[in-house]
């Protein structure tokens, strides 16, 4: 629908229609992990999944961007479909169906049995943890590039390095930080993370200008400890719902998290402002703010954890 829209209105219902299936895919593909996966090895899949988000950042939006210059914008989509179809095939040919929950599903109407996991007291916990690791991690991102370009004096043509080495670190790290999780601990490898994202972040909206090296180095680590903190929470939460309500959970968890990430750059804008010479004003306030949102997360994160561990 994107590849073939030509007017914004089409655009606009185009991308509302991909928001609904992508949020689906996106819940439902956590609650395959769970089904599949052992507790002792989610951190190591958490990895490689988060590897997928550090390869599209690094391989898709350069391609994108290439195949939209070399047609035009909806080039981009059409690839997209393509590499779904393909994708859809291997489904369809290896994956096997994960049904062994269905036997435990007591409610018959699933509004009903939405509306049960959402009551249920143990998992609004899970869910709170979710909106603080989500507020935590993307309050910085949508003023970051106005603020490395107007303040750090950094040029546009060098934010797609930054961007990309970036990707490239948090691709090798990934894998290591999950495994990590599965030997050290969920929890564990959760509080390492926001310790490094709490000190890289304090650094971060600090700066003044600096060479282009030392920024992708900040940058990395940065983002290194942000990724530690959304594999070893996003294993933990797995682990979190019963059997027969991980679908149920995972969509509310997924949606949640999206919500957050809303509230997270409407927030950001509200603290944030422009100064006259277009520098970014009070970016060091939204770094206090982010540093109280993870300290407060790894609060919820640890009662999380100990609800875990308490069932055995």
């Known amino acids: 629908m994107c590849g073939l829209a030509n007017t914004y209105g089409m655009l606009l219902f185009a991308r509302v229609v991909t928001g609904l299936f992508g949020g689906v895919i996106s819940s439902i593909s956590f609650a395959i992990i769970t089904d599949m996966f052992p507790m002792e090895k989610r951190g190591r899949v958490m990895g490689y999944v988060q590897l997928s988000f550090a390869v599209s ?12 210059h070399l047609y035009d914008w909806h080039a981009p989509f059409i690839a997209i479909v393509i590499l779904a179809v393909v994708v859809f095939l291997v489904i369809l040919k290896w994956l096997k169906p994960v049904n062994k929950h269905i036997g435990l599903y007591h409610d018959k109407n699933a509004f009903v049995h939405l509306w049960h996991t959402l009551s249920n007291r143990n998992y609004l916990k899970g869910f709170s943890t979710t909106a603080l690791l989500s507020l935590g991690g993307f309050m910085l991102m949508p003023f970051s590039s106005a603020f490395l370009v107007n303040n750090i004096k950094i040029l546009e043509s060098e934010l ?23 030997k050290l601990g969920k929890y564990n490898m959760f509080a390492f993370g926001t310790i490094v994202s709490i000190i890289m972040c304090a650094v971060y909206t600090n700066l003044s200008p600096i060479s282009l090296v ?12 942000i990724t530690s903190r959304m594999i070893s929470g996003s294993a933990l939460m797995t682990v979190v719902p019963q059997p027969q309500d991980r679908g149920a959970f995972m969509g509310i968890n997924s949606s949640i998290q999206q919500i957050a990430g809303g509230v997270a750059s409407l927030c950001a804008g509200l603290i944030v402002s422009k100064a006259p010479d277009n520098s970014i004003v009070h970016f060091n306030w939204l770094g206090v703010v982010v540093i109280i949102t993870m300290l407060l997360c790894l609060w919820m994160m640890k009662r999380v954890s100990n609800m875990v561990l308490s069932r055995g």
Do not use: C, E, H, K
């Open 57 to 68: 950042q690094v391989a898709g939006i350069p391609i994108g961007l290439y195949l939209a």
């Open 160 to 182: 797609p390095l930054i961007f990309m080495f970036t990707g490239i670190s948090t691709m090798f790290a990934g894998p290591i930080i999950g495994r990590l999780a599965d």
């Open 214 to 225: 030392w920024l992708i180095v900040i940058n990395s680590i940065l983002f290194i400890g």
